[in-house]
């Protein structure tokens, strides 16, 4: 018998709906916003845009746009400064995300069989809860008086309580607990899957078991270490809960801004101008990875 041929149109068919529902349509009306003027109203923008199929309409609409919002951003440093500086927390964060989600996705990997499972499961045992309450968790353990700051007066390692929250230092905590699972997945995925017979022809070779891993299994892991970087690395740009709470008023990250420019300011224009910069910035590290990821040897198309 044939196969039917409808279902396969399906398939297809429904991600390309959900993509067009949930992220085009967003982008859209996001750059319309970003497009319009500010004004005293609820909603608090003057739209420019109005669907028509009069041309002398959309002609008169195109030479009437609005790019004030763009104009404000590159005049002011403040929101340059945010985006530097959620880049650079970003980076650091998915760095030490890496550094320390590898071992310990190589660790789940070379279990035994049987508790793999559990030790995934432990790994999630994070998202059962709420990301608010596990922040505001950390708050009671990084503030002055709080539980880390008890233990080590209490072993004497310091003399006087840390000043840890509020800073960088806590937002990265924050964030390195906050997306591990995000980094050990991917890189478990990949590594469950590797070939024993090729370590184990590596070291036939004379090559030792760290020498086995860099030629080996390093490399078979970096489709999983690629997926995990940017799962971190682009959510994190635009966080605003952790740095929000972990940071205070001397952690200007673009979620922080962004949320400012909607709700404090009620400057619409400018925030989803600042969205849409953001979004496209953060393509480029997409595009680079697949590039990267199309000119691997031995790459199937």
Same mark, same amino acid.
């Given at each position: 018998m044939r196969p039917r041929?409808?279902?396969?149109?399906?398939?297809?068919?429904?991600?390309?709906?959900?993509?067009?529902?949930?992220?085009?349509?967003?982008?859209?009306?996001?750059?319309?916003? $970003?497009?319009?003027? $500010?004004?005293?109203?609820?909603?608090?923008?003057?739209p420019v845009f109005a669907w028509t199929t009069d041309l002398d309409a959309w002609r008169a609409v195109l030479g009437g746009l609005r790019l004030d919002a763009?104009?404000?951003?590159?005049?002011?440093p403040l929101y340059l400064r945010a985006g530097l500086a959620s880049l650079a927390m970003a980076a650091v964060a998915t760095g030490l995300l890496?550094?320390?989600?590898?071992?310990?996705?190589?660790?789940?990997?070379?279990?035994?069989?049987? $508790?793999?499972?559990?030790?995934?499961?432990?790994?999630?045992?994070?998202?059962?809860?709420?990301?608010?309450?596990?922040?505001?968790?950390?708050?009671?353990?990084?503030?002055?008086?709080?539980?880390?700051?008890?233990?080590?007066?209490?072993l004497?390692?310091?003399a006087r309580p840390l000043a840890i929250l509020d800073t960088d230092a806590a937002v990265l905590i924050g964030l390195v607990y906050a997306y591990l699972p995000f980094m050990v997945l991917p890189l478990y995925a990949v590594l469950v899957d590797r070939d024993d017979d090729l370590l184990d022809?590596?070291?036939d070779l004379g090559a030792s078991p760290l020498g086995a891993f860099w030629t080996v299994t390093a490399p078979l892991s970096l489709p999983g270490l690629a997926a995990g970087a940017l799962l971190c690395f682009i959510p994190i740009t635009g966080e605003f809960v952790i740095p929000d709470l972990l940071g205070g008023a001397g952690t200007p990250m673009l979620g922080?801004?962004?949320?400012?420019?909607?709700?404090?300011?009620?400057?619409?224009?400018?925030?989803?101008?600042?969205?849409?910069?953001?979004t496209l910035v953060l393509i480029g590290p997409i595009l680079l990875v697949r590039a990267v990821a199309d000119r691997r040897p031995g790459r199937v198309a």
């Open positions: 041929r409808g279902g396969g149109g399906a398939v297809i068919l429904a991600p390309l709906v959900w993509l067009v529902a949930f992220v085009l349509a967003p982008v859209a009306i996001v750059a319309k916003i $970003s497009l319009s003027e $500010s004004a005293l109203a609820q909603p608090p923008y003057r763009f104009a404000t951003l590159l005049g002011d890496a550094l320390l989600g590898y071992p310990l996705a190589l660790a789940l990997a070379r279990a035994p069989r049987r $508790s793999r499972p559990i030790l995934v499961a432990l790994v999630l045992v994070p998202f059962w809860t709420s990301l608010l309450i596990r922040t505001y968790a950390w708050i009671a353990i990084l503030k002055p008086d709080g539980l880390l700051n008890a233990a080590l007066l209490h004497g390692l310091v022809a590596a070291r922080r801004v962004v949320w400012s420019e909607f709700f404090a300011n009620r400057d619409w224009p400018v925030a989803a101008a600042l969205s849409l910069v953001a």
